[in-house]
């Protein structure tokens, strides 16, 4: 991607991202980025879709760094409508003239105009910035509608002549990456196959065990065999079922970053340590019988605690890195 022209002012709501100290690149990182940034070289938007926690927003943010231009977040909402998008008039502007040639009369004129405010689809498109959509599929369909063009036809259509005009071209820069949750997640709406079909999908469903290791020390500052204990840890929570709530990598990192602030030893018997792992994870199993917390549950957690955070040689880190890996 070029880089920014010469005298180039970015507007004043994009984002100036820089990769800081978490940030991490791995074989796996690395390849997903070079595919995506290949599709958006190509001029198609890119769709990073999969469960919470999966780290598709994080995707998206590092994407839209690389490609070295100014970076406009949207965050989609159930009360979006196309003026969230695009804009809308934002009251009036009023003009007065005072006419004072002659002292004992006084003649004023004055004209009203509405006043356009742009929404950050309407700057990057003029602007050629990155603009990152997440969780687009929480915006109603209808809303959303408008992206039909901007991704086909490279015009964005403004509505009752905003702005002085009907439609805007779409800047050569311009790229869009888009980030969604399921559809059966709570509080989304159905995609339309239309806007999809205008997009390049990127199932994101987790990492590799390694990656999963180094971003967890990158985010919490524990070492990596501390942190390969907690991930095995959670990965075969994960591949066990046994959950309601998915656990995710942000389990993992809440889990050594707390540890790590409060100054706990990753290891099954520091009872504090175990207590921590507990309320991150026990609330996501599956319920008893009654509906409420299943004792036979809790017991799975203190065995998985035990098996990979144990110091007995059943649980040291080489053993539960390659039960990790299967998960």
Not at 138 to 154: C, G, H, I, K
Request: with cysteine; charged share 25%.
């Amino acid at each position: 991607m070029a880089p920014l022209p010469p005298g180039f002012e970015a507007p004043d709501s994009a984002l100036r991202l820089q990769p800081g100290p978490e940030h991490v690149r791995t074989p796996e990182l690395e390849a997903v980025r070079d595919r995506a940034m290949g599709y958006l070289d190509a001029g198609y938007a890119v769709h990073f879709r999969g469960p919470a926690g999966s780290g598709k927003t994080k995707l998206a943010l590092d994407l839209a760094q690389s490609l070295a231009r100014p970076v406009l977040l949207l965050v989609g909402d159930d009360s979006f409508d196309t003026r969230s998008l695009v804009g809308g008039e934002a009251g009036m502007r009023t003009k007065r003239v005072i006419d004072r040639y002659v002292t004992s009369v006084h003649k004023m004129e004055s004209e009203s105009a509405p006043v356009w405010l742009d929404r950050a689809l309407t700057i990057a498109c003029a602007e050629g910035c990155t603009l990152v959509y997440d969780e687009f599929n929480r915006a109603p369909a209808s809303a959303n509608n408008v992206l039909l063009t901007v991704l086909e036809e490279r015009i964005l259509v403004l509505p009752k002549a905003g702005r002085g005009e009907t439609s805007v071209k779409v800047h050569p820069e311009f790229r869009a990456i888009f980030t969604s949750n399921p559809e059966d997640h709570a509080g989304t709406h159905t995609a339309q196959d239309a806007l999809i079909d205008r997009m390049i999908t990127i199932e994101v469903d987790g990492f590799d065990r390694d990656t999963e290791i180094a971003i967890t020390v990158a985010r919490s500052g524990v070492s990596e065999e501390e942190a390969a204990r907690i991930v095995d840890m959670v990965r075969d929570f994960r591949r066990s079922r046994e959950w309601t709530q998915r656990p995710t990598l942000r389990a993992s990192i809440m889990i050594a970053r707390l540890a790590a602030r409060l100054g706990l030893r990753i290891a099954a018997e520091e009872p504090r340590f175990v207590q921590l792992c507990l309320d991150l994870l026990a609330s996501r199993t599956k319920p008893g019988p009654g509906g409420g917390p299943d004792p036979r549950q809790r017991q799975m957690l203190i065995r998985l605690i035990e098996h990979f955070c144990g110091d007995q040689p059943g649980g040291m880190p080489g053993r539960a890195g390659q039960a990790g890996m299967a998960a």
